[in-house]
């Protein structure tokens, strides 16, 4: 099969499916996370450092506050310890002794800390419309069915599932299910590798650019490798021949900040600043990543930066907040967003201040807001998928 440039750039198909799905048990007439019962304070208060800061001290250590690194400053600034979503949640496991962990990320995230920290502990997403779209362009449902069509194509028994972090905890038990590993953006290949000696093929959820990058640039594979499995489409638009013959089977799914980057803005920004090194996420899609001069994970293109030289020129393809902030850390290097629109990640975005402040006064006030639970069986599931890949060689 020859893969176009359509097939695993843009994405011609709008989803039918609504982005911001709602969280389990939600209202889902309701927008999720809107309701703040009565007293979320308003963005102007000139106090909310302050009542942040009282709320914190007077919680002590029964709270623990995680910070992803695509978080507001404002935000970061309350935060105990910052990360990517799995760091957040070894983390927050780390502290068995605090009884809230207030995750300032998004609904996976805070998911994946319920999983891994103990039954005493409660995992609090301050405002419940956090959530992501990569995580929900991949439900239950679609992945079950999507199973089915591996199986009706006689290759189920060999296929082994390979999730992103950035996915909800009934995909990650579904995985588990299989006999499939997690992976993050650090180690992907590795989780692949290992994938590899277990089957013959991959199912790759649900970011179809990690999937792609790390199969192509990390393991030698080709594009014709790769089959795009659409959920939307009957049998994923895809025949038995085509997925028989595949090797690695992507989900389409896709991030909706590194997904907007593209090869104009790596031309556009290497016309602009000589000598500027162009540092991706793998997220990105796959022309964006063979075009760029380094590729990593949001804790490879910090340690990028914290290491550069002084003087050296940046363009870096991931969350704003976070180019924001290492360009603020780093005055004496030239460090630019990639792309000249901007591209917070929206979700992420709706930890605010306030929505924090509300949460830990409702804690100080008795009361646990916006609690995030995964129910016993999918954890079960979903943590075998978790041992696995802390297992990884
Ligand atoms: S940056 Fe992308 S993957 Fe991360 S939470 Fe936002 S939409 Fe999801």
Known sequence: MTTTIETYGVDPTPTPLALLLLGREADPNSERGVECPGDLPPASDPDLVERARAAKEKLGDRVFILGHHYQRDEVIEFADVTGDSFKLARDAAARPEAEYIVFCGVHFMAESADILTGPAQQVILPDLAAGCSMADMATAEQVAECWDVLTDAGIADITVPVSYMNSSADIKAFTGKHGGTICTSSNAKRALEWAYEQGQKVLFLPDQHLGRNTAVREM?????????YNPHKPNGGLTAEQLRNAKMILWRGHCSVHGRFSLD???????????VTVLVHPECKHEVVAAADMVGSTEYIIKALDA?????????????????????????????????AVCFCSTM?????PHLVWALESLVDGRVPNVITVDPETEKYAKAALDRMLALP
């Open 265 to 275: 803005s790596v031309n556009d920004v290497r016309a602009r600043i000589p000598g």
């Open 349 to 353: 975005n709706r930890i605010d201040l």
């Open 220 to 228: 030698g594979f080709s594009l014709d490798d790769c089959v795009l």
């Open 308 to 340: 550069a030289e002084p003087g050296s020129k940046w363009a870096i393809g991931t969350e704003l907040n976070l180019v924001r902030r290492m360009a603020k850390a780093h005055p004496d290097k030239e460090i630019v967003f990639l792309d000249r």
